[in-house]
Structure formats: structure tokens, C-alpha cells
């Protein structure tokens, strides 16, 4: 759908600090974008820490930050009422008055905190010190107490059946980041795992009749994938796995999500891209 979507548009501009993409190969206008140590901007760890990042060198070329970008953008679509920041940190200043008497209230922090006092937690509102969040074990309820919601379990969209006999779940491997837009170029993480596979456990291979190395197919009722078999005791009978960071810009025809199911969860939207049922069948 991302593709059907993107071929259609009428304009597409990507915004990046690497080339070539998976996106950008639709792109009409690609804008180069600055690295995180060339340009300002703020990380907010998993523990509510605030944390600013300097810029250390200028962007080189044509190259510039994120914000810039997004602002010259909006504004040639008319939009520049809404779009008329003079920095990063007066973006940070906006976004935190919108936080202004909510759990995460960060209108305490601003750039100049920052700089003078290092890494700043929220909650920290501007009218005093840093709170702790749920001080006391007391939680933002009528009642001061958390509310906990327990969720039925509900069974995958499809199980294993004659023609797709095994569970097929992905994810991620040690050497990668997502579609290797980065870690793609880098060599010593290319020779730890230098391309798409398909881990299959000794039983599995043995009853479809696959050795190490043996080119397949991966089948499901969607789609199908291209890659190689792993053969490998860390995985049990019944269930494959493939990562995810390899696509068609880098190994045509392996993208694993063109097997995956397109079913999402209702609230959420996530999508389930860790179990499938597929057939393996041996090619070439």
C-alpha cells in the first residue's frame, strides 16, 4: 500500500540525510537533510530525560536541519502563519506550552535550562522544581489511583494450515537498523550478516528437503519473498523468521512484508507483522 501510494501522489518530496532510500526512488524533490551533530534539537529518553544535543559541525553542501526544511516547505504551500520559527529552540519553546497543566508538563525547560543545568526531567512545570511523576503512588485520576485495564487475549488473524503449514514471524538482527539506509554502507556490519535469510530449524529443513544456503520462496495467501535458508538450532520447529531490514533496494524481490499480514490491531493501528502462516518451497 505504501508503494500504490506513493507511485499515485502527485508530488512526493523526501526529506533525508542519506541517498538512496526506499522512499526516495518515488521522490519528485529530495531535500538534504542535516545529521543530529549538525544541526540542534533535543532527545527525550524512555525515563521522561530531556537531553539537548549542539551542533558540533555545519552541515555540508546543501544540507540542512530538519526544522528548515519542514518550515520552507509549509510556507510555499501557504502555510507560513503557521510556520514562522526562528530556531530550533523556539519550536521546543511551543511545543512545551502545549504541555502546560498535563502529566508531561515540560513549560520549566527551554534551551537556556538546558545549557546552564544539563539534562532536565518532566514533569517540570514553570512554576517550580521537577516533580516526581506519581509521587506517593499517587496517579493523575479522580481517585489517585492507576487504572489498569486488562485486555482479552485475541487469536491471530490466521493459523498454520495444509498449504501454509508454518508460523512465520520477523524482526530484527544485531548488525542493523531498519531498511540499512545506514548500516547498509557500513562493511564490518555488512560481514556479520551480509544478506536476507530465512532461519529454519534442522526438522523443518530436513522434512521440506532444504540444506543450508538452499534458495526459496516464502509464500503466503498475500505475497511472496525471495531469500536463503539458515539453518539453526535457535529457532524451534513449526516457526520461521526473517528480518526485516533487507528490501528492494538493496536485495530485489526479499522484503519480507510482502508476506505479512495486513491485519492491525482496532485501537492502535499497529500493525501484526510477527506472525504469519507460509508455505517454503525451494527455487532456482
Known amino acids: 500500500m505504501a508503494r500504490w501510494g506513493l507511485e499515485r501522489a502527485e508530488l512526493v518530496i523526501v526529506q533525508d540525510a542519506y541517498y538512496p532510500t526506499e522512499t526516495t526512488r518515488f521522490a519528485h524533490v529530495v531535500l538534504p537533510g542535516a545529521l543530529n551533530l549538525e544541526q540542534e534539537g533535543t532527545f527525550t529518553n524512555s525515563d521522561r530525560t530531556i537531553s539537548l544535543l549542539e551542533r558540533v559541525v555545519e552541515p555540508p553542501g546543501d544540507a540542512r536541519p530538519d526544522w528548515e526544511w519542514v518550515q520552507d516547505v509549509a510556507q510555499a504551500m501557504g502555510f507560513g502563519a503557521a510556520f514562522d520559527c526562528s530556531s530550533a529552540g523556539a519550536i521546543f519553546r511551543e511545543m512545551a506550552m502545549m504541555t502546560r497543566g498535563r502529566p508531561n508538563d515540560q513549560t520549566g525547560v527551554d534551551y537556556e535550562r538546558l545549557r546552564a543545568e544539563g539534562p532536565q526531567r518532566w514533569p517540570h512545570p514553570h512554576t517550580g522544581a521537577p516533580r516526581v511523576l506519581h509521587e506517593g503512588h499517587v496517579f493523575a485520576t479522580p481517585s489517585g489511583k492507576a487504572r489498569l485495564f486488562a485486555r482479552p487475549y485475541v487469536a491471530p488473524e490466521e493459523q498454520p494450515d495444509a498449504r501454509y503449514p508454518l508460523v512465520l514471524t520477523t524482526g530484527r538482527v544485531e548488525a542493523h537498523w531498519h531498511t540499512r539506509t545506514k548500516t547498509g554502507n ?14 529454519m530449524s534442522p526438522e523443518d ?12 520462496f516464502v509464500k503466503s495467501r498475500r505475497g511472496e519473498a525471495r531469500t536463503v535458508v539458515r539453518v539453526t538450532r535457535d529457532i524451534g520447529p513449526g516457526v520461521v523468521f526473517m528480518p526485516m531490514h533487507w528490501n528492494d533496494l538493496w536485495e530485489a524481490g526479499a522484503s519480507v512484508n510482502e508476506v505479512t499480514t495486513s491485519a492491525t490491531d482496532p485501537l492502535s ?16
Open 186 to 199: 557500513v562493511e564490518r556490519l555488512n560481514r556479520i550478516d551480509p544478506a536476507p535469510y530465512l532461519a
Open 205 to 216: 529443513a530436513r522434512e521440506l528437503g532444504l540444506v543450508e544456503g538452499a534458495r526459496v
Open 269 to 284: 493501528m499497529e500493525p501484526a507483522l510477527k506472525r504469519c502462516a507460509v508455505a517454503v518451497e525451494p527455487f532456482g
